[in-house]
């Protein structure tokens, strides 16, 4: 008897058929109304006086405007965020030197920091009482309320995002591979395009997903640096606010239905590379359980 309840496994959380399904019922309903709900809110609006002014939004010169600013912003702030996030990763998970915390942290900040506070802090560095500011002027270089500070902003809040997927990963790969690689006489690059990367493309591009929905949604920061300046400064976020100021329901759900679909096919975007990632892991677990 004792043996018996010697095996017996312990309780979990979750095992009593009422809990389970009282708690997936929950979620489901938050699901519901918090995410799902909330996109068909905006589909139904967008073509709630026709398919006409759904196309007349779109087409008009500042959405167009608006749009292509947007896709410019993360044509830049993505790419150059790549290469920070790779490097950042490669420094802090690769390397041994003074002050890595602390650059761990600093990579960091943008994510407990403000969009908006970021927005003011630009004030105060680039406007024209800020401490680049005059310098800047009397040169004619135009950051603030320009093309250069949305793309600045949108760095700012992207900045992380590839750095924080790599990091992690290739912390817990360690530094054998590329010891071992470098002591075969491969050069820095040829270690890192034939061992490091193949062996963080999943992460990297996740991050690299990531990083561009961040882009295209980015309002806070932008909206302080940029002037909402219709037609000029505008990205697809601000130009949505202002058509809903301008009492245009419509016009704003059908701005906005971009920025849902973009968010759509990014969490389309960020299954499939699960699945593909997950593939490989078991495709390479599976051969070294068979050999043990």
């Known amino acids: 008897m004792s043996a018996v309840s010697s095996h017996r496994k312990p309780p979990r959380v979750g095992d009593n058929t009422v809990f389970r399904r009282a708690l997936i019922g929950i979620v ?9 709900a909330p996109l068909i809110i905006i589909g139904v609006e967008a073509f709630s006086k026709g398919w006409a002014v759904y196309r007349d939004t779109i087409l008009h010169p500042d959405t167009r405007h608006a749009i292509m600013l947007t896709v410019l912003a993360a044509l830049i702030a993505v790419p150059v965020n790549t290469a920070f996030g ?31 506070v ?5 004030l105060f560095v680039y406007g024209l009482q800020g401490l ?8 004619g270089i135009k950051i603030l309320f320009a093309v250069p500070g949305i793309i600045i902003a949108s760095m700012f809040v992207t900045a992380p995002f590839v750095a924080r997927e790599l990091i992690p990963l290739m912390q817990a790969q360690g530094r ?8 075969l006489g491969a050069s820095g690059f040829r ?23 961040r882009v295209m949604g980015e309002f806070g920061a932008v909206s302080v640096v940029s ?25 704003a759900f059908a701005s906005a239905s971009i920025l849902a679909l973009i968010a759509v096919l990014t969490i389309i975007a960020k299954v499939a590379l699960e699945r593909q990632g997950a593939g490989r892991v078991r495709k390479t677990a599976i051969p070294a359980e068979k050999t043990a």
């Open 28 to 36: 489901l309903v938050l699901v519901a109304f918090v995410i799902v």
């Open 118 to 122: 970021a927005g003011v802090a630009y």
């Open 227 to 251: 002037g909402n300046i219709r037609g000029q400064t505008n990205t697809l976020p601000l130009h949505i606010e202002l058509l809903y100021h301008d009492y245009q329901a419509a016009g």
């Open 132 to 139: 680049f500011g005059p310098v800047l002027d009397a040169y």
């Open 176 to 183: 054998d591979l590329e010891e071992a690689s470098t002591s």
């Open 86 to 116: 790779i490097a950042a990763a490669w420094a802090i998970t690769k390397f041994d030197f003074w002050g890595r915390r602390f650059l761990l942290v600093v990579i960091e900040i943008p994510f407990s920091v403000s969009p908006i």
């Open 191 to 213: 270690t890192f395009f034939s061992v490091t990367l193949p062996n963080v493309k999943w992460a990297l591009l996740y991050g690299v997903i990531l990083c561009n929905a």
